[in-house]
């Protein structure tokens, strides 16, 4: 598996469940079963279950595991790459297509991003509004 440096994706010094699940699926060399079973093996106390990877366990086993992390991974890139167009065309949850505040610090916190780099974006984006970040 990569080493926790590789895995710290934003430099942090911490890898955040996110980042951890993205870094199972890129680890060159673990079959499916694997991975499945060393995301099942992470989440061994009552604070950190994962009650819908324990579902798919429970049907599928350990390969339905990484299965249900490749659809969690889609479901993230599809809602990153939703938040960047409509940031990028203006758009946002208004009856006149205007994206207001509130629909950008949506967008952005959805976003696996650190607050340094959401406020960095947030100023490019709306640089005469007030930073949340």
Do not use: C
């Amino acid at each position: 598996m990569r080493s926790h440096t590789q895995a710290d994706a934003d430099g942090n010094g911490k890898v955040s469940d996110t980042e951890f699940k993205n870094a199972l699926l890129q680890s060159p060399g673990l079959s499916d079963d694997d991975i499945g079973k060393i995301y099942l093996s992470s989440k061994t106390t009552d604070d950190s279950t994962d009650e819908k990877a324990q579902t798919f366990n429970a049907t599928y086993g350990p390969a339905g595991v990484t299965d249900y992390l490749y659809l969690q991974y889609l479901e993230r890139a599809y809602h990153t790459a939703e938040a960047n167009r409509k940031i990028a065309a203006g758009e946002g949850g208004n009856p006149d297509g205007s994206f207001n505040k509130s629909d950008l610090v949506n967008a952005l916190n959805y976003m696996d991003l650190t607050n340094e780099e959401r406020r960095a974006y947030f100023s490019i984006v709306a640089p005469t509004w007030k930073n949340p970040y």
